[in-house]
C-alpha cells in the first residue's frame, strides 16, 4: 500500500520560508511525475483537479515550477529516502493554502496523479 505524508507547514510572515518535505512509501519510483499542488483556503473540499500546480518532476527529471513562484520556490527530490522536497522561500500572504504532494503520473496533469497525500497547511501573515 501506497503512502504519501507531507509535512513542513507553518505559519510564516511574509518574506520568511518554509521546506516542505513529502514522503513516499510502499512505492517504487517509476518513469513518473511527481508534483506539489496547492489549493487556495476554502477551496479544501473541490475535486482534485481544482488544484493548482506548484512544482513537479517529470520522468525525465526535468523540473518545473509556476511562474507565480519560479525564483522562490524549488523542487528536489532525494530518491534514497523517497522524499520529495519543496523549498519556499520569500513567501507572500496569497502563497496561504494547503499544500498537497502527489506520485505516480504519466504525464504532469493534475488529473493523472494516482497518489495523493492529505496536505499541509501554509499560512503567510502580511
Known amino acids: 500500500e501506497v503512502h504519501v505524508v507531507e509535512s513542513g507547514g507553518g505559519s510564516v510572515q511574509s518574506g520568511g520560508s518554509l521546506r516542505l518535505s513529502c514522503e513516499v512509501s510502499g512505492y517504487t519510483r517509476k518513469k513518473a511525475c511527481v508534483g506539489w499542488f496547492r489549493q487556495a483556503p476554502g477551496r479544501e473540499r473541490e475535486e482534485v483537479t481544482s488544484r493548482e500546480e506548484v512544482a513537479s518532476i517529470d520522468s525525465h527529471d526535468t523540473t518545473t515550477v509556476a511562474d507565480s513562484m519560479k525564483g522562490r520556490f524549488t523542487i528536489s527530490r532525494d530518491d534514497a529516502k523517497n522524499t520529495l522536497y519543496l523549498q519556499t522561500n520569500s513567501l507572500k500572504p496569497e502563497d496561504t493554502g494547503m499544500y498537497y504532494c502527489?506520485?505516480?503520473?504519466?504525464?504532469?496533469?493534475?488529473?493523472?496523479?494516482?497518489?495523493w497525500g492529505q496536505g499541509t497547511q501554509v499560512t503567510v501573515s502580511s
Open positions: 502527489a506520485a505516480d503520473a504519466p504525464r504532469c496533469v493534475t488529473s493523472e496523479y494516482k497518489y
